[in-house]
T-cell receptor, first 115, second 116 residues
Framework: KNQVEQSPQSLIILEGKNCTLQCNYTVSPFSNLRWYKQDTGRGPVSLTI?????NTKSNGRYTATLDADTKQSSLHITASQLSDSASYIC??????????????FGKGTHLIIQP | DAGVIQSPRHEVTEMGQEVTLRCKPI?????LFWYRQTMMRGLELLIY????????DSGMPEDRFSAKMPNASFSTLKIQPSEPRDSAVYFCASSTGPAGATYEQYFGPGTRLTVT
């Protein structure tokens, strides 16, 4: 069964600190992996999209890594800011898919940045 | 551009009533997606359209749910009759490419539905 597991479920860190969120998946065959940021009461916003051939992709202070062999991805946030407080969702796509069955969503990591 | 527009932002209704959620995609986007998000199940893709035609509705939970896209700038998601387990946040998103490819999807603010 295709699954995406994210850890930790929640995380609290102090402003200015770095953190890393994890995404492990069993989706096969793999096409691409997305990280979304979702602020409370808002829709998700795309941070990065990586195909199987990409190991790293950055978007400002956000850096996503992908290891297609171990089926793991991480999202690293550098020098966290209060505005980073949000849920971060990992989404994995099946290669032959294009519809609903092709997308597998993680439950997200709820990140809180404290001043 | 105003982004993806959804209405209403909040809807409270009684079990058995019909509910209609509305979405206006970003102009020029050929793909429109409807998602549902709950604490228990997370985010789920319900259905998506390409050029106003439903391409994949395999995520629609049951026959009580239906979606239409009469033109390129408007889509509806209807639940009839509604049940308490339909309570969730429903998102609409639009894109220039399909769900499984590496195209950016732009989400609306969502409609929070509560069925009592």
């Amino acid at each position: 069964k295709n699954q995406v597991e994210q850890s930790p479920q929640s995380l609290i860190i102090l402003e200015g600190k770095n953190c890393t969120l994890q995404c492990n998946y069993t989706v096969s065959p793999f096409s691409n992996l997305r990280w979304y940021k979702q602020d409370t009461g808002r829709g998700p916003v795309s941070l990065t999209i990586m195909t199987f051939s990409e190991n790293t992709k950055s978007n400002g202070r956000y850096t996503a890594t992908l290891d297609a062999d171990t089926k793991q991805s991480s999202l690293h946030i550098t020098a966290s800011q209060l505005s980073d407080s949000a849920s971060y969702i990992c989404v994995v796509t099946i290669y032959s898919g294009g519809g609903a069955d092709g997308l597998t969503f993680g439950k997200g990591t709820h990140l809180i940045i404290q001043p | 551009d105003a982004g993806v527009i959804q209405s209403p932002r909040h809807e409270v209704t009684e079990m058995g009533q019909e509910v209609t959620l509305r979405c206006k995609p970003i102009s020029g986007h050929d793909y429109l997606f409807w998602y549902r998000q709950t604490m228990m199940r997370g985010l789920e893709l319900l259905i998506y359209f390409n050029n106003n035609v439903p391409i994949d509705d395999s995520g629609m939970p049951e026959d009580r749910f239906s979606a239409k896209m009469p033109n390129a700038s408007f889509s509806t998601l209807k639940i009839q009759p509604s049940e308490p387990r339909d309570s969730a946040v429903y998102f609409c998103a639009s894109s220039t490419g399909p769900a499984g490819a590496t195209y950016e999807q732009y989400f609306g603010p969502g409609t929070r539905l509560t069925v009592t």
